[in-house]
C-alpha cells in the first residue's frame, strides 16, 4: 500500500523560506515512474496545483509561484520535495502531496503558515 507522508511546514514569516517534504513507501523501485505533485488549499478556497516534477525530471508551477517555489525528487531516498522562498501571505494552506502513475495516491497533508 502506498503511503505519503508530509513533513516540514510551520509558521514562517514573510520573505521567509520552508522546504516541505514527501517521503513514499509501499511504492519500492517503481517510485523513479512516478509523477509526483504538490497542491495546497486554502481556507475557502479550491485545491491548486503548486508544482509537479515527472519521471524524467521535467517541472512545471502554478504561475503564482515561478521563480520563488522549486520541486525536487531524490528516487533513492522516494521523497520529493519542494523549497519554498520569499513566501507570502497568500501561500498559507494546506500542502499535500501525491503520487501518480498507473493510480493516483495523496499524502494527508502539512499545515504552511505565513505570518508575522
Known amino acids: 500500500q502506498v503511503q505519503l507522508v508530509e513533513s516540514g511546514g510551520g509558521l514562517v514569516q514573510p520573505g521567509g523560506s520552508l522546504r516541505l517534504s514527501c517521503a513514499a513507501s509501499?511504492?519500492?523501485?517503481?517510485?523513479?515512474?512516478?509523477?509526483m505533485r504538490w497542491y495546497r488549499q486554502a481556507q475557502g478556497k479550491e485545491r491548486e496545483l503548486v508544482a509537479a516534477?515527472?519521471?524524467?525530471?521535467?517541472?512545471n508551477y502554478a504561475d503564482s509561484v515561478k521563480g520563488r517555489f522549486t520541486i525536487s525528487r531524490d528516487n533513492a531516498k522516494k521523497t520529493v520535495y519542494i523549497q519554498m522562498n520569499s513566501l507570502k501571505p497568500e501561500d498559507t494552506a494546506v500542502y499535500s502531496c501525491?503520487?501518480?502513475?498507473?493510480?493516483?495516491?495523496w499524502g494527508q497533508g502539512i499545515q504552511v503558515t505565513v505570518s508575522s
Open positions: 516534477i515527472t519521471s524524467a525530471g521535467s517541472t
Open positions: 509501499g511504492i519500492g523501485f517503481s517510485f523513479r515512474l512516478y509523477t
Open positions: 501525491s503520487a501518480a502513475w498507473t493510480s493516483e495516491h
